[in-house]
């Protein structure tokens, strides 16, 4: 009843002027997109649009600048020098709240390109590694093309779809994107200690990918009954699964179970996360919706900046005018967890650069975009200490942050920021 064709004939649907959308992270369905970019002659001002995705973006090459432009709700490494180039743009958009700009015809969507696993003896596929914006992108696209990949996990929750959904498919059999994350730094175990140190018994846990998260779960072991509400999660927490340290039983939202809208990681991950039920993938609109957050008592909301000056605004997307990420989840988790009963928002970042640039400064550089305003933001950690700027005036968040900056920077910060204020 239902059979697979080529990638090459199942984008031959895509016309001219037309908008797509990409499942995000280690689900974008690269043979696809290599067939779509290989009509470039024949395609233009087609527009492409996503949040971070994993592997080659090739219609992404400014050559194709006539025929591709790259829209990016959330701007990943294999797209950031489109900006640049002339052959991206960039949409500021909280992740709860990309569903909308489908599910409202703000963006009207053409076709949806996706992968997901084979389908079960009743016809139903799992989006696997990634649910986020994509469910609402299908359901108000016009026609659905998907990599139905024999080695994609089936992952239980809201992502599952029928065979009947899907216009055309293309079968492939080979292995999801892996990410692996380099061991902690001696910085990222300090900090770790500081975070683990704010995490009580039966906390309800967000983090995202890379050391600092790694850090801040190595240290977990000994804690109890923690949950996992997060946007996304990689192989840091199996662990702790597996000790029972994490299983949810004192959640608000979804008690028992780890709900999350994307993973990436290794080839355990995604083994373990295959037919597992502890593990609920949701649409990004519901697991970062801010009241869903906030119903998970003590709820821990762990997310990283580029920069914070001493007034507490956080830069999380851009250095200085280059857009350098996107808006993300931070400021849904932050207000979320800010609301919940004993809930802790914090930012946790390295006190300088690699190159040895102080990252709290007297003012945010020309162009930065706020992420978290100073308004939303509560603890800010370094390894140098925690900073918690809630309730506090201005000048004592000027004392609390210097305290927590590089020795070397902490005084000259707030010598300019002073000097400046006062004139």
């Not at 200690?193 to 850090?215: H, K, V, W, Y």
């Not at 597996?242 to 709900?259: C, H, M, Q």
């Not at 040895?356 to 933001?377: D, E, K």
């Amino acid at each position: 009843m239902y059979k697979s064709i080529s990638a090459e004939e199942a984008v031959k649907v895509i016309k001219s002027n037309d908008r797509i959308y990409v499942q995000a992270a280690a689900a974008a369905p690269t043979e696809l997109l290599i067939a779509m970019t290989a009509r470039h002659e024949e395609l233009r001002n087609v527009e492409v649009c996503h949040l971070h995705t994993e592997g080659p973006a090739p219609y992404a090459d400014p050559i194709y600048k006539d025929s591709f432009h790259v829209n990016s709700f959330f701007i990943g490494a294999n797209v950031r020098h489109t900006l640049k180039a002339g052959n991206g743009s960039y949409t500021p958009v909280f992740l709860s709240e990309v569903p909308l700009l489908f599910k409202r015809n703000i963006l009207p969507v053409d076709v949806a390109l996706i992968q997901v696993s084979t389908p079960d003896r009743h016809g139903y596929c799992s989006l696997g590694v990634s649910v986020e914006a994509s469910l609402a992108a299908i359901a108000n696209a016009k026609h659905v093309i998907a990599l139905i990949n024999y080695q994609m996990p089936r992952v239980h929750g809201e992502g599952i779809i029928h065979i009947s959904e899907l216009n055309t498919f293309v079968e492939v059999n080979r292995p999801i994107p892996e990410g692996h994350m380099e061991p902690p730094t001696e910085i990222e175990n300090k900090i770790g200690d500081f975070i683990a140190g704010l995490i009580e018994d039966r906390s309800t846990l967000q983090m995202g990918i890379g050391s600092i998260p790694n850090a801040v779960l190595s240290r977990l072991g000994n804690h109890k009954d923690l949950g996992l509400h997060t946007e996304m999660f990689s192989d840091g927490v199996i662990d702790l699964i597996l000790k029972d340290v994490i299983n949810g039983n004192y959640k608000g939202v979804g008690p028992g179970r780890a709900l999350t809208t994307f993973l990436m990681g290794s080839k355990r991950l995604y083994d373990y996360v295959d037919d597992n039920p502890f593990v609920e993938m949701r649409s990004c609109d519901y697991v970062n919706d801010v009241s869903n957050i906030s119903k998970n008592p003590r709820m821990v909301a762990i997310n990283s900046a580029i920069q914070v000056d001493l007034s507490g605004q956080v830069c999380a997307d851009s250095i200085g005018t280059r857009m350098y990420s996107g808006v993300g989840g931070q400021m849904d988790f932050i207000r979320g967890a800010s609301l919940s009963e004993g809930g802790k928002a914090i930012i946790a970042i390295p006190s300088t650069t690699a190159k040895g640039i102080s990252r709290i400064v007297p003012f945010l550089n020309t162009g930065a975009g706020v992420v978290t305003t100073r308004a939303h933001v509560h603890y800010i950690v370094t390894e140098y200490g925690v900073a918690n700027l809630f309730g506090k005036t201005i000048k004592q968040r000027v004392n609390a942050l210097a305290k927590i900056a590089h020795p070397d920077h902490s005084e000259a910060i707030v010598k300019e920021y002073f000097d400046t204020t006062r004139n």
